[in-house]
């Protein structure tokens, strides 16, 4: 039997845990952070990190907190800091303000903190409690986990299809597969990621626009990443008229040098990568988006694009939606193409397999690197 205090404090931990989704979309590179004050019982204070560069989530717990700190009990889904970043560290801050105690949901595995921020509150007479509901924390930071541990970016596959798998008719019409509370939650996804990214086809056949388009008032547009082999992207596409400065034409010396300069005179940012069999090597522009800071990235197609990115391991989450409808089409496209595989032995296989109903639609969702 789980006891009263255990209970309590899960409880506890699941409302900090909430708090920090708030953070979605602002906080990246760094974790989505929650925390509170609890004196006698009552939640005297809450806060959450709120956007990149600003205060922690246990600074803001204080700062708005009703009563003085002095003697209280932080609940915080992640370890307090004891590095200067961008902010001073927390572990000192919260044993200025007398926190008698702290509960910590997940150890912080950047190597500046791991444990040494708990070490400081123990040494300095602060009781510690650590490891609530810290799978629900690493679920909610999975792209963090993967970024600090790796400098990687953590790649989401998308897809949306029909229930014969398809994602456009044999004409190539797309617009829509999935239904309208689906199409929103790409749009709450390409909010909460850095960056998205499809392949050159994609852009000539769709000429997508790639940003965010919700109801909220305040809204961020990811990078959008043209994965562009020889550089054939028309300098009139959506992509580089609206926001260019947000776009990156991935491509390679098969590209004509003079194309890339007029990209480039356009606002967009070009990187030039090693080919792997003939097409941008995709491991490569993996480091090189990860040296920048790029910590999440979406795949939003196309085919050929999501089999490459599949075959090379780059990919950690699949996700989709299927909708109820049925288009047949021996050629009409399906959601990840390239040359395929020839055995089942080498089929990928999608690990932690979800499916929830999102309106008439499904939505599935899956690992492919069960690391993360
Ligand atoms: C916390 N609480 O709310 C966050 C933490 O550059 P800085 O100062 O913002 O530090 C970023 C690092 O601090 C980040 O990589 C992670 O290890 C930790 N983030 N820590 O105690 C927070 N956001
Ligand atoms: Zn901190």
Redesign the pocket.
């Known amino acids: 039997m789980e006891s009263t205090e255990n209970k309590e404090i899960r409880k506890w931990m699941a409302h900090v845990i909430r708090l920090a989704e708030k953070g979605k979309g602002w906080?990246h590179p760094?974790?989505l952070?929650g925390a509170m004050l609890v004196k006698n019982g009552n939640i005297i204070g809450e806060g959450f990190?709120a956007f990149f560069?600003g205060p922690?989530?246990?600074v803001n717990a204080v700062n708005n907190s009703t009563e003085t700190a002095q003697g209280s009990t932080l609940v915080v889904t992640?370890?307090?800091?004891i590095h200067q970043?961008?902010?001073s560290p927390?572990a000192p801050f919260i044993v200025e303000n007398g926190i008698a105690e702290v509960i910590v949901g997940l150890k912080?595995p950047?190597p500046v903190?791991n444990g040494k921020g708990i070490d400081y509150l123990k040494s300095h007479g602060v009781k510690v409690k650590t490891g609530v509901l810290e799978d629900e924390i690493r679920h909610q930071n999975e792209v963090f986990l993967k970024f600090?541990t790796s400098h990687l970016p953590f790649c989401i596959l998308k897809t949306a299809m029909t229930l014969d798998g398809k994602t456009a008719t044999i004409t190539g019409e797309s617009k829509w597969i999935s239904g309208e509370r689906s199409r929103k939650l790409v749009h709450e996804l390409r909010h909460q990621v850095s960056a998205v990214m499809v392949g050159i086809n994609t852009i000539l056949k769709d000429d997508p626009m790639l940003n965010v388009r919700r109801d909220e008032k305040k809204n961020k547009d990811p990078l959008k990443i043209i994965v562009d082999t020889y550089g054939k992207i028309p300098l009139n596409a959506n992509v580089l008229i609206h926001e260019p400065q947000l776009t990156i034409v991935a491509t390679t010396s098969a590209a004509a040098k003079d194309k890339l300069k007029e990209l480039e005179r356009s606002g967009a940012q070009v990187i030039v990568c090693p080919d792997k069999n003939k097409v941008v090597d995709l491991a490569f522009l993996m480091e090189t988006l990860g040296k920048m800071e790029v910590d999440s990235i979406m795949i939003e197609g196309g085919s050929t694009l999501s089999f490459s990115a599949l075959k090379e391991g780059i990919v950690d989450k699949f996700i989709g939606f299927i909708a109820p409808k049925i288009i047949g089409g021996a050629n009409a496209p399906t959601a990840v193409g390239g040359e395929g595989i020839g055995t089942l032995s080498e089929a990928m296989i999608v690990d932690r397999m979800k499916i929830k109903k999102l309106d008439d639609d499904f939505y599935f969702e899956g690992y492919l690197n069960s690391k993360y």
């Open positions: 906080v760094n974790p952070v990190h560069g922690h989530a246990e992640f370890e307090p800091c970043g961008k902010t927390c912080d950047n903190v600090i």
